[in-house]
Protein backbone atom coordinates (compact mmCIF):
# COMPACT_ATOMS: atom_id res chain seq x y z
CA UNK A 1 0.00 0.00 0.00
CA UNK A 2 1.26 3.47 -0.81
CA UNK A 3 1.68 6.66 1.11
CA UNK A 4 -0.72 8.14 -0.66
CA UNK A 5 -3.78 5.14 0.06
CA UNK A 6 -2.47 5.15 3.54
CA UNK A 7 -3.36 8.84 3.61
CA UNK A 8 -6.66 8.40 1.70
CA UNK A 9 -7.74 5.08 4.05
CA UNK A 10 -6.83 7.41 7.31
CA UNK A 11 -8.79 10.37 6.08
CA UNK A 12 -11.89 7.99 5.12
CA UNK A 13 -11.36 6.54 8.37
CA UNK A 14 -11.08 9.77 10.43
CA UNK A 15 -13.02 12.43 8.17
CA UNK A 16 -15.36 12.99 11.27
CA UNK A 17 -12.70 14.21 13.54
CA UNK A 18 -10.03 15.85 10.90
CA UNK A 19 -12.94 18.23 9.71
CA UNK A 20 -14.22 19.66 12.52
CA UNK A 21 -10.98 19.50 14.50
CA UNK A 22 -9.97 21.79 11.44
CA UNK A 23 -13.03 24.12 12.14
CA UNK A 24 -12.21 24.39 15.64
CA UNK A 25 -8.36 24.68 15.77
CA UNK A 26 -9.21 27.75 13.29
CA UNK A 27 -11.57 28.91 15.57
CA UNK A 28 -9.44 28.55 18.33
CA UNK A 29 -5.82 30.14 16.78
CA UNK A 30 -7.85 33.46 16.44
CA UNK A 31 -9.43 33.48 19.87
CA UNK A 32 -5.66 32.93 21.50
CA UNK A 33 -3.93 35.21 18.52
CA UNK A 34 -6.24 38.16 17.62
CA UNK A 35 -6.12 40.32 20.23
CA UNK A 36 -1.81 40.30 20.35
CA UNK A 37 -1.80 41.00 16.92
CA UNK A 38 -1.21 44.63 15.60
CA UNK A 39 -4.14 45.18 12.84
CA UNK A 40 -2.10 45.59 9.84
CA UNK A 41 -0.60 41.71 10.22
CA UNK A 42 -3.97 40.72 11.37
CA UNK A 43 -4.87 41.36 7.54
CA UNK A 44 -2.33 40.34 5.91
CA UNK A 45 -3.02 37.09 8.21
CA UNK A 46 -6.42 36.82 6.91
CA UNK A 47 -6.02 37.08 3.13
CA UNK A 48 -3.57 34.55 3.63
CA UNK A 49 -6.50 32.36 4.24
CA UNK A 50 -8.47 33.60 1.59
CA UNK A 51 -5.77 32.65 -1.23
CA UNK A 52 -5.43 29.59 0.65
CA UNK A 53 -9.49 28.87 0.54
CA UNK A 54 -9.20 29.57 -3.30
CA UNK A 55 -6.07 27.65 -4.03
CA UNK A 56 -8.08 24.77 -2.32
CA UNK A 57 -11.49 25.16 -4.04
CA UNK A 58 -9.44 25.17 -7.06
CA UNK A 59 -7.59 22.30 -6.62
CA UNK A 60 -10.70 20.54 -5.42
CA UNK A 61 -12.24 21.14 -8.62
CA UNK A 62 -9.46 21.13 -11.07
CA UNK A 63 -8.20 17.69 -9.17
CA UNK A 64 -12.14 15.64 -9.79
CA UNK A 65 -11.83 16.59 -13.21
CA UNK A 66 -7.89 15.62 -13.59
CA UNK A 67 -6.97 18.60 -15.53
CA UNK A 68 -4.10 18.72 -12.81
CA UNK A 69 -2.28 15.31 -11.43
CA UNK A 70 0.72 14.63 -9.91
CA UNK A 71 1.92 13.02 -6.93
CA UNK A 72 1.61 16.58 -5.17
CA UNK A 73 -1.68 17.37 -6.31
CA UNK A 74 -2.94 13.75 -5.08
CA UNK A 75 -1.74 14.65 -1.79
CA UNK A 76 -3.26 18.01 -2.01
CA UNK A 77 -6.42 17.01 -2.76
CA UNK A 78 -6.92 14.29 -0.15
CA UNK A 79 -6.02 17.36 2.37
CA UNK A 80 -7.65 20.28 0.64
CA UNK A 81 -11.04 19.21 2.84
CA UNK A 82 -9.52 19.58 5.65
CA UNK A 83 -7.15 22.92 4.83
CA UNK A 84 -10.70 24.30 3.99
CA UNK A 85 -11.96 23.87 6.80
CA UNK A 86 -9.17 25.12 8.81
CA UNK A 87 -9.59 28.12 6.59
CA UNK A 88 -12.91 28.77 6.70
CA UNK A 89 -13.36 28.23 10.45
CA UNK A 90 -9.84 30.71 10.97
CA UNK A 91 -11.76 33.41 8.87
CA UNK A 92 -15.51 33.56 10.21
CA UNK A 93 -14.14 33.29 14.26
CA UNK A 94 -11.94 36.49 12.96
CA UNK A 95 -15.11 38.25 11.61
CA UNK A 96 -16.69 37.07 14.75
CA UNK A 97 -14.40 38.98 17.05
CA UNK A 98 -14.16 41.95 15.07
CA UNK A 99 -18.33 42.22 13.98
CA UNK A 100 -19.29 41.27 18.00
CA UNK A 101 -16.52 44.34 18.80
CA UNK A 102 -17.54 46.89 16.42
CA UNK A 103 -21.55 46.71 17.36
CA UNK A 104 -24.13 46.67 20.32
CA UNK A 105 -25.37 42.71 20.02
CA UNK A 106 -28.77 43.89 20.12
CA UNK A 107 -28.36 45.67 17.39
CA UNK A 108 -26.12 43.62 14.76
CA UNK A 109 -27.46 40.36 15.78
CA UNK A 110 -28.68 38.89 12.58
CA UNK A 111 -25.01 39.33 10.75
CA UNK A 112 -23.28 37.74 13.90
CA UNK A 113 -26.05 34.50 13.84
CA UNK A 114 -24.88 34.37 9.73
CA UNK A 115 -21.31 34.13 10.89
CA UNK A 116 -21.96 32.04 13.76
CA UNK A 117 -24.42 29.66 11.23
CA UNK A 118 -21.64 29.21 8.56
CA UNK A 119 -19.19 27.82 11.31
CA UNK A 120 -21.62 25.59 12.84
CA UNK A 121 -23.44 24.74 8.93
CA UNK A 122 -19.60 24.94 7.42
CA UNK A 123 -19.35 21.42 9.44
CA UNK A 124 -22.77 20.10 9.79
CA UNK A 125 -23.12 20.39 5.84
CA UNK A 126 -19.74 19.36 5.08
CA UNK A 127 -20.81 16.56 2.71
CA UNK A 128 -22.63 19.33 0.60
CA UNK A 129 -19.12 21.53 0.51
CA UNK A 130 -17.91 20.01 -1.86
CA UNK A 131 -20.12 21.48 -4.22
CA UNK A 132 -19.04 24.40 -6.10
CA UNK A 133 -21.65 26.75 -5.69
CA UNK A 134 -21.59 26.05 -1.65
CA UNK A 135 -17.67 26.73 -1.81
CA UNK A 136 -17.64 29.77 -3.98
CA UNK A 137 -20.91 30.97 -2.44
CA UNK A 138 -19.39 31.09 1.18
CA UNK A 139 -15.89 32.10 -0.02
CA UNK A 140 -18.14 35.31 -1.83
CA UNK A 141 -19.50 36.27 1.88
CA UNK A 142 -15.84 35.81 3.50
CA UNK A 143 -14.22 38.63 1.18
CA UNK A 144 -17.27 40.64 1.15
CA UNK A 145 -16.99 40.61 4.88
CA UNK A 146 -12.71 40.86 4.87
CA UNK A 147 -13.35 43.90 2.41
CA UNK A 148 -15.92 45.65 4.74
CA UNK A 149 -13.02 45.37 7.43
CA UNK A 150 -9.98 46.27 5.31
CA UNK A 151 -11.36 49.31 3.30
CA UNK A 152 -12.38 51.63 6.42
CA UNK A 153 -9.12 51.21 7.62
CA UNK A 154 -7.36 51.94 4.45
CA UNK A 155 -9.93 55.41 3.29
CA UNK A 156 -10.57 56.20 7.16
CA UNK A 157 -13.70 56.65 6.55
CA UNK A 158 -16.96 54.75 6.71
CA UNK A 159 -20.23 55.11 5.09
CA UNK A 160 -22.47 53.79 2.11
CA UNK A 161 -20.12 54.66 -0.33
CA UNK A 162 -17.24 52.55 1.00
CA UNK A 163 -19.40 49.41 1.75
CA UNK A 164 -21.01 49.27 -1.89
CA UNK A 165 -17.37 49.59 -2.78
CA UNK A 166 -16.45 46.55 -1.11
CA UNK A 167 -19.23 44.80 -2.22
CA UNK A 168 -18.48 45.57 -5.84
CA UNK A 169 -14.77 44.71 -5.36
CA UNK A 170 -16.26 41.45 -3.78
CA UNK A 171 -18.26 40.65 -6.58
CA UNK A 172 -15.17 41.46 -9.49
CA UNK A 173 -12.62 39.41 -7.70
CA UNK A 174 -15.19 36.12 -7.26
CA UNK A 175 -16.60 36.81 -11.11
CA UNK A 176 -12.60 36.39 -12.00
CA UNK A 177 -12.42 33.57 -10.15
CA UNK A 178 -15.55 31.75 -11.25
CA UNK A 179 -14.52 33.02 -15.01
CA UNK A 180 -11.10 31.50 -14.47
CA UNK A 181 -12.35 27.90 -13.17
CA UNK A 182 -15.03 27.60 -15.71
CA UNK A 183 -12.25 27.39 -18.58
CA UNK A 184 -10.70 24.34 -17.15
CA UNK A 185 -13.51 22.90 -15.46
CA UNK A 186 -17.17 21.56 -16.41
CA UNK A 187 -18.23 21.44 -12.71
CA UNK A 188 -17.86 25.36 -12.37
CA UNK A 189 -18.91 25.87 -15.72
CA UNK A 190 -22.27 23.91 -15.40
CA UNK A 191 -23.14 26.04 -12.18
CA UNK A 192 -23.08 29.67 -13.68
CA UNK A 193 -26.04 30.35 -13.61
CA UNK A 194 -26.62 28.63 -9.69
CA UNK A 195 -23.38 30.34 -8.51
CA UNK A 196 -25.60 33.73 -10.29
CA UNK A 197 -28.20 33.67 -8.23
CA UNK A 198 -26.57 32.41 -4.68
CA UNK A 199 -23.83 35.17 -5.35
CA UNK A 200 -26.61 37.99 -6.30
CA UNK A 201 -28.43 36.55 -3.15
CA UNK A 202 -25.55 37.09 -1.30
CA UNK A 203 -24.83 40.20 -2.10
CA UNK A 204 -28.83 41.75 -1.99
CA UNK A 205 -28.74 40.33 1.68
CA UNK A 206 -25.53 42.10 2.81
CA UNK A 207 -26.63 45.12 1.62
CA UNK A 208 -30.20 44.62 3.08
CA UNK A 209 -28.45 43.90 6.51
CA UNK A 210 -26.42 46.97 5.73
CA UNK A 211 -29.08 49.68 5.16
CA UNK A 212 -31.11 48.47 8.08
CA UNK A 213 -28.40 48.91 10.40
CA UNK A 214 -27.43 45.47 11.39
CA UNK A 215 -23.97 45.13 9.92
CA UNK A 216 -22.12 46.82 12.81
CA UNK A 217 -20.05 50.27 11.97
CA UNK A 218 -16.17 48.48 11.55
CA UNK A 219 -13.70 49.44 12.54
CA UNK A 220 -15.07 51.80 15.18
CA UNK A 221 -15.89 49.68 18.55
CA UNK A 222 -16.68 50.55 22.05
CA UNK A 223 -13.88 50.87 24.98
CA UNK A 224 -16.34 51.67 27.77
CA UNK A 225 -19.38 53.10 28.35
CA UNK A 226 -21.54 54.06 31.64
CA UNK A 227 -24.59 55.68 33.06
CA UNK A 228 -23.72 58.62 36.04
CA UNK A 229 -25.50 60.86 38.52
CA UNK A 230 -22.23 63.44 37.81
CA UNK A 231 -19.31 63.27 35.82
CA UNK A 232 -16.12 65.85 36.25
CA UNK A 233 -12.78 65.98 34.11
CA UNK A 234 -9.69 65.82 36.33
CA UNK A 235 -5.83 65.44 35.44
CA UNK A 236 -5.95 62.03 35.87
CA UNK A 237 -9.18 61.18 33.80
CA UNK A 238 -12.69 61.53 34.72
CA UNK A 239 -13.91 61.26 37.95
CA UNK A 240 -17.57 59.92 38.27
CA UNK A 241 -20.66 59.72 40.79
CA UNK A 242 -22.36 56.41 40.22
CA UNK A 243 -24.36 53.76 42.55
CA UNK A 244 -23.39 50.64 44.05
CA UNK A 245 -22.98 48.17 41.51
CA UNK A 246 -25.93 45.76 41.22
CA UNK A 247 -25.42 41.82 41.27
CA UNK A 248 -24.28 40.04 38.12
CA UNK A 249 -27.36 38.44 37.57
CA UNK A 250 -29.08 41.32 37.57
CA UNK A 251 -26.82 43.13 34.73
CA UNK A 252 -27.26 40.59 32.45
CA UNK A 253 -30.83 39.75 33.04
CA UNK A 254 -32.50 43.15 33.40
CA UNK A 255 -31.77 46.69 32.80
CA UNK A 256 -29.24 49.16 35.22
CA UNK A 257 -31.26 51.08 37.50
CA UNK A 258 -30.38 54.60 38.33
CA UNK A 259 -32.28 56.05 41.50
CA UNK A 260 -33.23 59.76 41.88
CA UNK A 261 -33.96 62.13 44.65
CA UNK A 262 -36.63 64.26 42.78
CA UNK A 263 -38.79 64.22 39.84
CA UNK A 264 -36.25 65.05 37.61
CA UNK A 265 -32.27 65.18 37.80
CA UNK A 266 -29.52 65.36 35.33
CA UNK A 267 -28.36 61.91 34.43
CA UNK A 268 -24.86 61.41 32.68
CA UNK A 269 -23.88 58.97 30.06
CA UNK A 270 -20.01 58.63 29.24
CA UNK A 271 -18.39 56.59 26.74
CA UNK A 272 -14.64 55.72 24.74
CA UNK A 273 -14.94 55.56 21.02
CA UNK A 274 -12.30 54.05 19.54
CA UNK A 275 -11.27 54.39 15.68
CA UNK A 276 -8.37 54.17 13.85
CA UNK A 277 -5.33 56.66 14.07
CA UNK A 278 -6.47 59.65 11.47
CA UNK A 279 -10.14 58.55 11.54
CA UNK A 280 -12.63 61.17 12.66
CA UNK A 281 -16.16 60.82 12.51
CA UNK A 282 -19.37 62.09 13.41
CA UNK A 283 -21.11 60.40 16.11
CA UNK A 284 -24.14 60.76 18.51
CA UNK A 285 -25.26 59.59 21.96
CA UNK A 286 -29.22 59.09 20.82
CA UNK A 287 -31.58 59.48 24.10
CA UNK A 288 -34.55 57.51 24.32
CA UNK A 289 -37.32 56.89 26.31
CA UNK A 290 -40.06 53.99 26.17
CA UNK A 291 -43.21 55.44 25.56
CA UNK A 292 -45.54 52.70 27.76
CA UNK A 293 -48.62 54.21 25.82
CA UNK A 294 -47.06 53.26 22.11
CA UNK A 295 -45.00 50.44 23.51
CA UNK A 296 -41.94 51.66 21.41
CA UNK A 297 -39.13 54.01 22.46
CA UNK A 298 -38.99 57.63 21.49
CA UNK A 299 -36.06 59.47 20.96
CA UNK A 300 -35.89 62.51 22.98
CA UNK A 301 -32.20 64.12 22.10
CA UNK A 302 -29.76 63.67 19.72
CA UNK A 303 -26.34 64.95 20.83
CA UNK A 304 -23.66 64.71 18.41
CA UNK A 305 -19.81 65.11 18.90
CA UNK A 306 -16.76 63.99 16.77
CA UNK A 307 -14.51 60.94 17.34
CA UNK A 308 -11.28 61.92 16.69
CA UNK A 309 -8.74 58.30 16.18
CA UNK A 310 -5.38 56.63 17.46
CA UNK A 311 -6.08 56.51 21.14
CA UNK A 312 -6.53 52.67 21.94
CA UNK A 313 -8.50 53.09 24.39
CA UNK A 314 -11.27 55.05 22.89
CA UNK A 315 -12.13 58.94 22.19
CA UNK A 316 -13.93 59.94 25.66
CA UNK A 317 -17.27 61.70 25.22
CA UNK A 318 -20.04 62.43 27.43
CA UNK A 319 -23.80 63.66 27.31
CA UNK A 320 -26.16 64.87 30.11
CA UNK A 321 -30.44 65.07 29.82
CA UNK A 322 -32.37 65.84 32.65
CA UNK A 323 -34.41 62.40 33.21
CA UNK A 324 -37.66 61.59 34.59
CA UNK A 325 -38.72 58.26 35.84
CA UNK A 326 -39.19 55.77 33.20
CA UNK A 327 -37.31 53.28 30.88
CA UNK A 328 -34.22 54.61 28.75
CA UNK A 329 -31.73 53.70 26.61
CA UNK A 330 -29.04 55.85 24.71
CA UNK A 331 -27.62 54.63 21.76
CA UNK A 332 -23.78 55.34 20.55
CA UNK A 333 -24.09 55.45 16.80
CA UNK A 334 -22.94 56.93 13.68
CA UNK A 335 -24.37 59.57 11.79
CA UNK A 336 -25.81 56.67 9.37
CA UNK A 337 -27.15 55.31 12.08
CA UNK A 338 -25.21 52.04 12.89
CA UNK A 339 -25.39 51.40 16.49
CA UNK A 340 -21.45 51.14 18.20
CA UNK A 341 -23.15 49.88 21.75
CA UNK A 342 -26.31 50.72 23.40
CA UNK A 343 -26.44 50.76 27.05
CA UNK A 344 -30.63 50.96 28.83
CA UNK A 345 -31.48 51.75 32.12
CA UNK A 346 -34.35 52.28 34.44
CA UNK A 347 -34.47 55.92 36.22
CA UNK A 348 -36.43 55.29 39.76
CA UNK A 349 -37.46 57.68 41.82
CA UNK A 350 -36.19 57.41 45.64
CA UNK A 351 -35.14 59.22 48.31
CA UNK A 352 -31.99 57.49 49.72
CA UNK A 353 -29.67 56.69 47.36
CA UNK A 354 -26.19 55.22 47.98
CA UNK A 355 -24.04 56.92 45.56
CA UNK A 356 -20.07 55.70 44.93
CA UNK A 357 -17.28 58.28 44.11
CA UNK A 358 -14.91 56.50 41.89
CA UNK A 359 -12.05 57.26 39.20
CA UNK A 360 -11.98 56.19 35.71
Not at 107 to 121: E, R, T, Y
Not at 169 to 177: D, G, K, S
Not at 186 to 210: E, P, Q, T
Amino acid sequence: MTKLEKLRRFYNRYERYLIPGALVFGFITDVLTFDFLDFNLAMLLLLGQLLLVGANISVINLYEEKVVSGKIFSYWRVLAPVLLQYSFGNLFSAFLIFYSHSGSLFASWPFIVIVVFLMIGNEVFRKYNVRPTIQIGVYFFAIFSYLNILLPHLLKDLGAGIFIASGLIALFLVTLFIHILSIYTFRVDDKKRALSFCIGGIFCLMNFLYFFNFIPPIPLSMREIGVYHDIERVDSGYRVVTEKDDPLWRSLLFYERRHIPSETQIIYVFSAVYAPEEMELEVAHEWQRFNEQKRKFETIAEIPFTVRGGNDEGYNWFTYYNAYPGRWRVNVRTREGHIIERRDFYVIREQEVPRIIKEI
